[in-house]
Each structure stands twice: as structure tokens, then as C-alpha cells.
């Protein structure tokens, strides 16, 4: 069975900065009935250990094991929140064009870009697109905007031309930032404004699901990706949450996702395409409903595209 992972992300502290997994930590510890300093340093350790592949050769293992054909690194654009390391947002690009060549045809890149930067930033997702080979545009509206702030709208203009996706996270991250604009109807805009762009609601198939199942289910060009579902799994509702998703005709709009390497805590990547090939042993889904959800649903945005850059 083919599988295509639709989001995942370079673990390296020069893309997903300490001071992100630091507000998880302090959120574990807020929800632990105790946690002395020494506790705390070992968990700090933990998440450093886990965001140190900075080429991605962890990860080809961890697909392999997995029977991960290719998966899609996400870029992130914090300049406006973690500062200075995120000014050079092309260095961030070229250095993702490395580990993308270094696995041949393994990795699809996705441009992260913070509408902030105006034009310059829409000239930098141009780049990202033209000179790197990058093949959709990432936001992370938790940095402080709206998927549909005016601002994005020549982005999507940019990926309108190319016939490129666009990922929007979709629900609550680390403390250190805000959820105010993390919501699924925030995108429903956009979505309607530029209907030939295909919007992906990052993790909108596990969290804010109800909200964004609508959206997926009267909006052509949304669609849902499933990363995170991991904490739905430790719950117990996994089964459930993809009942729901199945009752509600939305098979055909939801990506496999893992969140790499953000869940690496709660097990590694065979894991977790092993819960989804576990709802077909168990008649929630159908060989080619999960055949779909795995990989077939991305094909079909990913051969969009590339019609539309012919």
C-alpha cells in the first residue's frame, strides 16, 4: 500500500526552536500532580533528543520501518514571534533543499512564509517555488494572523498561478503562542475567495473536527489532514473520531499525517500507520477508503498540480 506522510517537519532546533517545546514542558508540568527540577531537566533533554535529525536520516528510517513512500516537510516562519534565527528565511529554504536532495524522492517541501513580510515575502515564497523546487505554502496562523487576513491573499495568488496547496495548523500548540486565530472557519474564507487553491487543515481531522468536517463537506477545495490524531489514539477515541469522518461522507478529504517529530513521545511512525491499517482489520474502513486516506487523496491534489504546471 502506497503511503504518503502529509506533514512533517526537519527536527532541528534551527527550525523548531527550544522555547516551542519549552511551552509543552511547562504545560506538563502545570498538569503533573508533582515535578521536581531534576524531572524537569530530564523531559527537557527528552525533547532536545528527539528534534536532533537535523538531514532527516532518523526519519528515512523511521519511514522505511514504516512503509512511508514520501512525506512532506513543513516549513515554518517564526520570525515574528522567536526572532532573529527566522530573519534569513531563505538560508532556512536552502538548507531544506539539502536534506530533500540528500533522499532523493522521498521529501516534498512546502514554503513557510508569515504574511507579515508583504512583498517581500511573497517574493520569497516565489523563490521557494521556482528555484527550490518547493511544491505548497505552510502558515501558522498561531504566530499571530488570520488564514484569510487580506495580506495572504497575494500568497494565494502566487500558489493559484503554480497550482500549489496550501497547510494552515489548525488548532492548539505550544503555550508560548497564541490559539486566538487557530480555529477551522478561519480559512473559510480564503477557501471561498480562491477556489482553484487547495486548502489542507492541518490537524483539523483530530482536533476542531466537528468544525472542520463541515467545512471539508461543503467546501470543495478543503480538505483535512490527520496528524495528531496520536493523542486521540492514547484517549481511546481514535476508532470513533474516524467513524465519525466516514458517516459523514468525508473519506475522500482526509490525508494521512504524523506531525513528525512532534509526537515522537507517544511512539514511533510504524506505530501509527499500523492504528490506521488496524481500522480496516477492524470494517471501520474499506481496503480502498484507507488505500485513500493513506496516500491516494494527496496523489490527487499533488496531480493537480502538476497538470496545472504543464
Known sequence: MDIVDCHAHVASSRYIPDEFFDGWIENIEANALSMNVR???????????????PMCDEYISQMDAAGIRRSVLLIIDFKYVYGEPFDDMLEIYRLH?????????????????????????????QTGIRDFGFEGLKLYPPCGFSPSDERLYPYYEVCEAYGVPVLSHIGPTTPSLSFSFSRPEGIDEAARRFPKVNFVLGHAGSTHYQEAAVLAEYRPNIFLDVSGFQAAARRGEFDALMSFHKKQGIVNKLLFGTDWPIHRLLGNQKKWVQEFIAL?????????????????NFNRIYTSRLRCAA
Open 97 to 125: 533543499k539539502e536534506v530533500v536532495d540528500r533522499h532523493p524522492g522521498r521529501f516534498i517541501c512546502y514554503a513557510g512564509v508569515d504574511p507579515r513580510r508583504g512583498q517581500a515575502g511573497v517574493d520569497l515564497l
Open 39 to 53: 524531572q524537569r531537566e530530564v523531559l527537557a533533554n527528552v525533547f532536545r533528543e528527539i528534534n536532533n535529525d
Open 280 to 296: 480496516q482489520e477492524k470494517k471501520i474502513l474499506s481496503t480502498g477508503e484507507l488505500e485513500r486516506i493513506m496516500a491516494g
